[in-house]
């Protein structure tokens, strides 16, 4: 059985990420599951995206709607954040790890529930959104230079290791 919060909810400026540090907040919200797309150019640079609502870059994603796909769900998450039309290559991790808490500034906590897939490119144009601000193309080199989120920053290090089966955490 889930255990939530209860007290109210303490609204913030911006999203914050934690990855368990000892002042995580306890979820508040039952879990809601999420995707996130690597997408390589020719050379295996990975796109991220910088988050409009904060200081984060990440990879394209989003939450799961009811009666959605997972693999749907990233196909549309990616086409809305990039402008990308994709086609889904393969799974690359599942992440539930309860240590990885995403607080929201409308006081909402969620445990990190994601699910990380290979994309490629099939169409589309890059172009920012209501939800992205900035792009850029970048090698495992390069992960330290970027604010990425937890998830994102791991799930980039798993699509590059180029495992066969999905990393499971």
Request: hydrophobic share 40%; with cysteine.
């Amino acid at each position: 059985m889930q255990q939530f919060d209860t007290s109210p909810k303490t609204l913030i400026p911006e999203e914050r990420f934690y990855d368990g540090e000892p002042d995580t907040p306890r979820p508040n919200v039952p879990l809601s599951p999420g995707v996130a797309a690597v997408i390589f150019d020719a050379e295996r640079k990975a796109l991220i995206l910088k988050r409009s609502r904060g200081i984060y870059w990440s990879l394209p994603g989003g939450r799961l709607d009811l009666g959605e796909s997972a693999q749907r769900c990233c196909v549309r998450e990616t086409l809305e954040e990039t402008g990308l039309q994709t086609r889904i290559v393969r799974l690359i991790a599942t992440n539930t790890d309860p240590h990885r808490i995403v607080h929201y500034p409308d006081g909402n906590v969620h445990q990190s529930f994601v699910l990380c897939f290979e994309a490629e490119i099939i169409g589309g144009e890059l172009k920012a959104s209501a939800e992205s601000e900035a792009f850029a193309w970048i090698g495992r080199d390069e992960l330290d230079s970027f604010a990425l989120i937890p998830d994102s920053r791991l799930n980039l290090i798993d699509a590059w290791a180029n495992q066969l089966a999905a990393f499971i955490r």
